[in-house]
């Protein structure tokens, strides 16, 4: 095995102990030392590569917790409404994408209401008449709320006489006439029409990801899985193309077929491993479907959406099954009123199973209730939080929730003061992959609107080095991966990346503007700008 030496860095190692460093020597694919450039050089022989990081700064890869690769992938190559900005803009896109498109599925997008002057939710009219012989369905950027199109709500059978399904909602007009728009677990109604993308298309999606994420610096993701996308991870990291490694959740609904599989609770490769059930608990703030204690403030007959496993007993019976087979529970809750039924779950496994290392995970916590940051503590949840959304949801959201209920949103600071593990991540392709944008927003908490230059609720602001462990060594622990990456520490896989800033000493903007000169996984060089 090669063995390499980078020499006269500035390390950051994340490891508490041996924080700072000026050398690392790699063998293979794992890290022989971290320290001094005196003790590294001893390493040197005739064969060794030698590589002068010219005082660059230097930290572990970082760990994005919450990734939708396939998806992402998807929405780099689709049409492009994360930029419309009004309703002639949105039909300007579809205009330009259909001229070079054709007439197959019209599907990704991440168009944002928020960011049109009356931000109101499009509607099918707006581009009927230019798509009337293509099917459109066409996700807001929170994956929560989608439009389609009259061609496609044929295609799915849905007119105005079809009820909601548990969990989702079929938005009407006044006159009862449908817009188009479909919350949560209606969007199922339109999606399993949609044909599967094939290999081609599921390879394609997955080189952009992969490609993407390493120009960012991200050697490792916490992905979520859906119905038949494990099977392209699994087809990579057998022939040795994953590139970055990946820590995959399945849905829930697949307990009991994993436990009778007999599939153990940790299992795969350095590159794919599997390990966590992930459940939805309710919606989204931004599509109104995240489930509350008390009703929206712009809508008081609306409390959210709780999802179906969460009200017929589903959740409960497949946790409890999971986690005696010593499957990790990921779980997605964002209104205060799903994460306190989260938290009745989760202490009723801890009730009735037995004990170990079962490492909780509630996805978002955004809205928390002031009494239940005790019981996340004494339950052991690690907070897998996204700061990034903050950015866009912190100029909108007093108009849902009140200003009340925002003194525990997005509460960085109190999560961790309550002795709460907290881990990074985007939810990527909700918001941008890029994790410096990410730890900006955590330090700054500034606001898209500008409204709040010394940040909203400037009290939860977090550090840069507590922001940086969240993205490396705290989310390693958050894979039960701690023990291999996270830190830059003999033993460890040797996934760092060089950056051209020195992020411990940059002022926020810097962080923002900050660019990865080179991404190494593995001891491989990935990526080099």
């Not at 449908?178 to 394609?204: C, H, W, Y």
């Not at 990921?330 to 037995?354: K, Q, T, W, Y």
């Not at 907290?422 to 898209?448: K, M, Q």
Request: aromatic content about 10%; glycine content about 8%.
């Amino acid at each position: 095995m090669a063995t390499k030496i980078y020499l006269n860095g500035n390390i950051y190692t994340s490891d508490p102990k041996n924080p700072h460093a000026e050398a690392i020597v790699t063998e293979g694919s794992r890290i022989l030392f971290c320290g001094s450039e005196n003790e590294a050089l001893a390493y040197k022989s005739v064969k060794t590569e030698v590589t002068d990081l010219e005082r660059a700064f230097v930290m572990p890869g970082f760990i994005d917790c919450h990734t939708h690769m396939l998806m992402g992938g998807e929405f780099l190559l689709a049409i492009p409404l994360n930029t419309a900005d009004s309703k002639e803009k949105f039909r300007k896109i579809f205009l330009d994408y259909i001229a070079i498109r054709g007439k197959d599925w019209i599907t990704g997008g991440n168009w944002r209401n928020q960011n049109w002057p009356s931000a109101e939710l499009p509607h099918k009219a707006w581009i009927d008449d230019i798509t009337s012989e293509i099917p459109v369905f066409i996700p807001r950027m929170d994956y929560h709320m989608g439009l389609a199109n009259s061609y496609a709500l044929r295609l799915a059978g849905i007119d105005e006489f079809t009820p909601d399904p548990p969990g989702g909602k079929i938005l009407k007009d006044s006159r009862g006439r449908l817009t188009g728009i479909l919350q949560d677990k209606a969007m199922d109604l339109v999606n399993r029409v949609i044909p599967e993308p094939d290999i081609f298309r599921q390879s394609l999606f997955l080189d952009t990801a992969i490609e993407y994420a390493l120009s960012l610096g991200v050697t490792s993701v916490h992905d979520i899985a859906y119905k038949g996308q494990l099977k392209i991870f699994q087809k990579y990291d057998f022939e040795g193309r994953l590139g970055i490694r990946v820590f995959s959740r399945l849905p829930i609904e697949y307990t009991e077929s994993i436990v009778n599989a007999d599939i153990s609770n940790i299992t795969g490769s350095e590159f794919l491993r599997i390990g966590s059930l992930k459940a939805f608990s309710d919606g989204s703030l931004g599509s109104s479907t995240a489930y509350f204690r008390e009703a929206y403030s712009d809508d008081l007959s609306n409390y959210g959406l709780p999802m179906e496993i969460m009200t017929n007993g589903d959740f409960l019976k497949w946790a409890k099954m999971a986690d005696m087979n010593k499957f990790q529970l990921s779980v997605h809750a964002i209104g205060d009123r799903a994460i306190g039924e989260v938290l009745d779950v989760f202490e009723e496994v801890v009730r009735d199973n037995p004990k170990w290392d079962r490492r909780f995970r509630i996805e978002h916590a955004q809205h928390m209730s002031h009494t239940d940051f005790d019981r996340m503590r004494k339950s052991g949840v690690i907070a897998s939080i996204q700061p990034l959304h903050l950015y866009d949801d912190g100029s909108w959201m007093i108009n849902r929730i009140g200003k009340n209920r925002m003194k525990y949103a997005y509460a960085f600071r109190s999560l961790l003061e309550n002795g709460i593990n907290l881990c990074f991540g985007t939810d990527w392709p909700v918001v941008n992959l890029n994790p410096l944008e990410t730890v900006y927003t955590a330090i700054t908490r500034h606001t898209s609107d500008g409204m709040n230059p010394d940040g909203l609720f400037p009290e939860e602001k977090l550090t840069i080095e507590e922001s940086l462990r969240a993205y490396t060594a705290a989310a390693a622990y958050a894979s039960f991966d701690e023990k291999i990456k996270g830190s830059l520490e003999k033993g460890k896989l040797a996934d760092f990346i060089i950056l051209d800033h020195d992020l411990l000493k940059a002022e926020p903007d810097q962080i923002k503007s900050t660019k990865i000169l080179m991404t190494v996984v593995g001891g491989k060089i990935k990526f080099q700008r």
